[in-house]
């Protein structure tokens, strides 16, 4: 049933007997047909689209600029490149942002003005910008807005105590009391990981240099660089089997992106990104977060943007993925949970060549740590990758994978299926 | 995203337990004792949190204006305002802003608020003028949060002329307090 000669017929033949009792011949055709109309569109066109992204900052610092005027600088490019007017055309804003990292209580009252949104209809989503992104996508799926605007940004060179707020999130009555910073959380995580799934120094080094050498090509790496595995092993420990060189060093920097109804967004550019599923989802935090080898929060929410997009297959399906590596073991161990790698327990070891390409942005091992807005750096790197093979007809790239997770010690993530078909 | 003002005035007592008799809630009361004792289990924690905010060129520029003794502001020629304090950006046209506009120190006090108590609730032998001043120069409404001083609680009012304070120069740093206060620019 899908156009609106089938709706009629699906509608003669719920509600028919009904008519004879003459109840239904009060409504008159006008309101049915735009009843039918209404149904039609719903069922046709209720597709949701990224007409627009932009960017500002990827820099470890910023200093020339405030938070407020790094993100008016990323949300003009952002509505230039779908030509929206934010004080008119925008219908829904959501800002993912997070006090501490801001040093700001309540801190996303100070969000409108420099978005475009003052005296508009804007929300906070407390979480990493990929949940903003699903928010934003049910608000034009449910028709509350058919245009809308998602942001988050970094500005981790301003918080000098960065240890401290990760302390502040761990668990205040028996964790905290042991533990004085989150990232003993990742390594032991990591040393669990690599225990189960039988995972190398090596494996975790691989990863290390391909995402530092895939970085070179991107102008938005920070962190880049031609770093060999051996040269990967070398580097110091921070803890133990954590090395320096496995953390995505803090960034700077804001994304913004537009989303648009399928109506909308073919006005608004001729190269729309469909967002054909998503889903996002939060494990249980503390003590499971380190003794779970899994990450569960990115396998339900993938099974979560599966469903919605009709991924059976992810391995066949996608054509690459942009994947948190916010620590290395963590793009292997995310890569085995969204169903993208081929983990063979029984070998010892991980393919050199995972089925479907990770990270070939560098990831955030090669542009840093945005924290809430890496989830919509993953994006922008899968957007920008989706429309330059589409420019350049290239066959290879129509559907990617984007995940994000919101970091230690924290096990929520965010799973969306991107295709230009 | 705190809610540091939520759960205070959550409704009278007797009205949310559904009590008869609202001065005795049900229970033992605890003794001081027993707090200090730790015969009740807490977990105390303290910490401390460092930032260092880029100001950006707007605040920049706006603080260097008033270690020289000066406001500044920007102009919008999509709404014809004069922005104090400046931004780059104008929040109701969505553009960059134009120019730098040097305003006036002096200001009409928008609205006040005097307090006779300090933070921890101590009486103040003083009470304290804070009050929301807007910039001559700058379009209606603009202005900033600042003190009142050289004056009594009973001649301030809304609509009253208040002229900047300045600390000496040399004492100046570059920050909102290089204005010591706003005080009555003529007579009352
Ligand atoms: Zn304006």
Redesign the pocket.
């Known amino acids: 049933m899908n156009n609106k000669a089938g709706i009629e017929q699906y509608l003669y033949a719920s509600f028919g007997p009904e008519l004879k009792f003459g109840r239904w011949l009060m409504v008159s055709k006008a309101f049915t047909d735009k009843l039918v109309g209404n149904i039609g569109a719903l069922l046709l066109d209720d597709k949701v689209a990224i007409v627009g992204i932009g960017y500002s900052g990827f820099s470890p610092a910023t200093p020339s600029q405030s938070y407020k005027e790094l993100i008016f600088d990323a949300a003009s490019r952002a509505y230039a490149e779908c030509s929206v007017n934010p004080r008119k055309d925008v219908e829904s804003f959501v800002c993912c942002e997070e006090d501490l990292w801001e040093g700001t209580s309540i801190t996303d009252e100070y969000a409108p003005d420099q978005l475009g949104a003052a005296q508009r209809n804007i929300c906070t989503v407390s979480q990493d910008g990929l949940n903003g992104v699903a928010t934003a996508y049910m608000h034009i799926k449910s028709g509350v807005a058919s245009i809308a605007v998602v942001e988050s940004h970094s500005k981790l060179s301003n918080v000098l105590s960065q240890s401290q707020v990760r302390e502040f999130a761990l668990e205040p009555y028996y964790e905290r009391p042991i533990l004085s910073d989150g990232i003993p959380v990742a390594a032991m995580q990591m040393r669990r990981f690599m225990h189960d799934y039988k995972v190398t120094e090596e494996d975790i080094a691989q990863v290390v240099s391909k995402n530092k050498k895939n970085g070179l090509f991107n102008q938005r790496s920070s962190y880049a660089a031609d770093v060999s595995v051996e040269q990967a092993m070398r580097s110091p420990f921070v803890w133990n089997p954590l090395r320096r060189i496995q953390m995505a060093p803090p960034a700077d920097g804001c994304v913004v992106a537009v989303l648009a109804s399928a109506e909308k967004a073919r006005s608004m550019t001729e190269q729309p990104v469909w967002i054909k599923g998503i889903g996002w989802n939060s494990a249980s935090t503390s003590a499971e977060s380190a003794i779970s080898s899994d990450a569960l929060y990115a396998k339900e929410a993938a099974k979560m943007a599966y469903k919605i997009a009709g991924v059976n297959s992810p391995k066949s399906y996608f054509d690459f993925a942009e994947v948190d590596d916010t620590y290395a073991f963590k793009e292997l161990q995310h890569a085995e949970a969204l169903g993208i790698a081929d983990m063979d327990v029984s070998k010892g070891n991980m393919p050199a060549v995972a089925p479907v390409p990770i990270n070939m942005s560098g990831g955030s091992l090669s542009l840093g740590d945005l924290v809430e807005a890496t989830g919509l750096v993953r994006l922008l790197e899968a957007v920008q990758r989706l429309r330059n093979a589409e420019r350049k007809r290239s066959k290879g790239s129509k559907r990617a994978l984007v995940q994000s997770w919101r970091g230690i010690p924290s096990s929520s993530g965010a799973v969306a299926v991107l295709g230009v078909e | 995203m705190g809610r540091s003002h939520a759960g205070r005035n959550c409704g009278d007592y007797g009205e949310v337990m559904g009590m008869e008799n609202p001065s005795e809630p049900p229970g033992t009361a605890l003794t001081p004792d027993e707090w200090r004792g730790k015969e009740i289990f807490f977990r105390n924690f303290h910490t401390k949190f460092t930032y260092s905010w880029d100001t950006g060129v707007a605040i920049g520029h706006f603080l260097e204006a008033l270690k020289g003794g000066k406001i500044v502001g920007r102009s ?1 020629s ?2 014809n ?1 004069v922005l104090v304090p400046p931004r780059m950006f ?1 929040e ?2 969505f ?1 960059p802003t134009d120019d730098w506009i040097d305003v006036l120190d002096t200001g009409v006090v928008n609205t006040f608020s005097i307090s006779y108590v300090n933070n921890d609730a101590s009486r103040r032998e003083q009470p304290l003028f804070v009050a929301v001043i807007n910039i001559d120069g700058a379009s209606p409404g603009m202005g900033f949060l600042h003190l009142l001083g050289e004056v009594d609680a009973g001649q301030i009012h809304v609509g009253m002329k208040v002229r900047a304070k300045w600390k000496p120069a040399h004492e100046r740093t570059g920050a909102i307090t290089d204005i010591s206060y706003f005080k009555p620019s003529e007579g009352l």
């Open positions: 919008c999509g709404c305002r104008c109701l046209c553009r």
